[in-house]
């Protein structure tokens, strides 16, 4: 059974940084393009990063580029976000999720396994 499980996440301040990391158990891990969605409280899950299969091509939501950067350890099965001069607004539930594509998709029903989440929480 596939599984993902996230860490990392817990309250900074803002202008801070935070790497939140996810553990894949997926069989198709190193076949799959992995993403970074969020969801702060009230609103809609929405995408932040995504990352191709092989790490050579990456995609970011503009209002995280330039700040947020993803990775992949395919040996290790571990996707990876790093999250710097974070923002009060980057507050979230943070999911990593497994791709049904080689390539990254910014789009919810484009990922077929989902973690749990962690908290990120950014302090003003």
């Known amino acids: 059974q596939a599984q993902l499980v996230e860490s990392g996440g817990g309250l900074v301040q803002a202008g801070g940084s935070l790497r939140v990391s996810c553990a894949a158990s997926?069989?198709?891990?190193?076949?799959?393009?992995m993403g970074w969605f969020r969801q702060a409280p009230g609103k809609e899950r929405q995408f932040v990063a995504g990352?191709?299969?092989?790490?050579?091509?990456?995609d970011y939501a503009d209002s995280v580029t330039g700040r947020f950067t993803i990775s992949r350890d395919n040996g290790k099965n571990t996707v990876s976000l790093q999250m710097n001069s974070l923002k009060p607004e980057d507050t979230a539930v943070y999911y990593c999720?497994?791709?049904?594509?080689?390539?990254?998709?910014?789009?919810?029903?484009?990922?077929?396994?989902w973690g749990q989440g962690t908290p990120v929480t950014v302090s003003s």
């Open positions: 990352i191709s299969r092989t790490g050579g091509s990456t």
């Open positions: 999720a497994a791709s049904r594509s080689i390539w990254p998709s910014r789009a919810i029903h484009d990922y077929n396994y």
């Open positions: 997926v069989r198709t891990f190193a076949a799959s393009a």
